[in-house]
């Protein structure tokens, strides 16, 4: 059982907006401003999409976006598009650990 | 564009061990933070281990006192050694780095798999 909880899946049509939501506790999430979120999709290597809650690395696209209130953080992926559609990954560093922990990950389709 | 390049993987029985590599496609960039990510089959990620810049390492709790990491003499490069080795460490293994932190990875593999029969 992950440590953070996401949603199995989410659908959107092509231009439409996604969220993905990931929900921790005070001792990860909420507690810490280091969220991760990753793109799976097959064959591919992962990709870093956000990092301490709302950054984005300089490659990734303004459509994929973060943000947190409390415990949950949050993906959004916005005007969905068919290459979009894979497996997201939350992550966040916690004080239970010295490593981080993921979510369980959410199926993105794309309708 | 640094990549990095897993090798090592294959079938093994229960109780084996094996080596996994990864190496990096180029050298401008000091990974600091190096890392082994597992996904087992239909499940989720799970970070395996991290080694910090002072060649410290951090292990899950799943595979501590069997998994063993280490970095290479050559900048960039990093291994994992896989001992007592059980069905359940069956996965997809990914070697991750990033320059900045021992918690996110910006730089990954496209993983090695690892087979453990009983």
């Known amino acids: 059982q992950s440590a953070l909880t996401q949603p199995a899946s989410v659908s959107g049509s092509p231009g439409q907006s996604v969220t993905i939501s990931c929900v921790g506790t005070s001792s990860d999430v909420g507690g810490l401003d280091s969220v991760s979120w990753y793109q799976l999709l097959p064959g591919k290597a992962p990709k870093l999409l956000i990092y301490d809650v709302a950054k984005r690395p300089a490659v990734i696209s303004y459509r994929f976006s973060g943000s947190k209130s409390g415990n949950t953080a949050s993906l959004t992926i916005s005007e969905l598009q068919a290459e979009d559609e894979g497996d997201y990954y939350c992550s966040s560093v916690t004080k239970r650990t010295t490593l981080a922990a993921f979510g369980g990950g959410t199926k993105v389709t794309v309708l | 564009e640094v990549r990095l390049v897993e090798s090592g993987g294959g079938s093994i029985q229960r109780g084996g061990s094996l080596r996994l590599s990864c190496a990096a496609s180029e050298f401008t960039l000091n990974l600091d933070y190096m890392s082994w990510v597992r996904q087992a089959p239909g499940k989720g990620l799970e970070w395996v281990s991290v080694?910090?810049?002072?060649?410290?390492?951090s292990y899950a709790d799943s595979v501590r006192g069997r998994f063993t990491v280490s970095r290479g003499t050559s900048k960039n490069t990093l291994y994992l050694q896989l001992n007592s080795l059980r069905v359940e460490d069956t996965a997809v293994y990914y070697c991750?780095?990033?320059?900045?932190?021992?918690?996110?990875?910006?730089?990954w593999g496209q993983g090695t798999l690892v087979t453990v029969s009983s």
């Open positions: 080694v910090f810049p002072d060649g410290t390492a």
């Open positions: 991750a780095g990033d320059t900045h932190s021992s918690s996110r990875a910006d730089y």
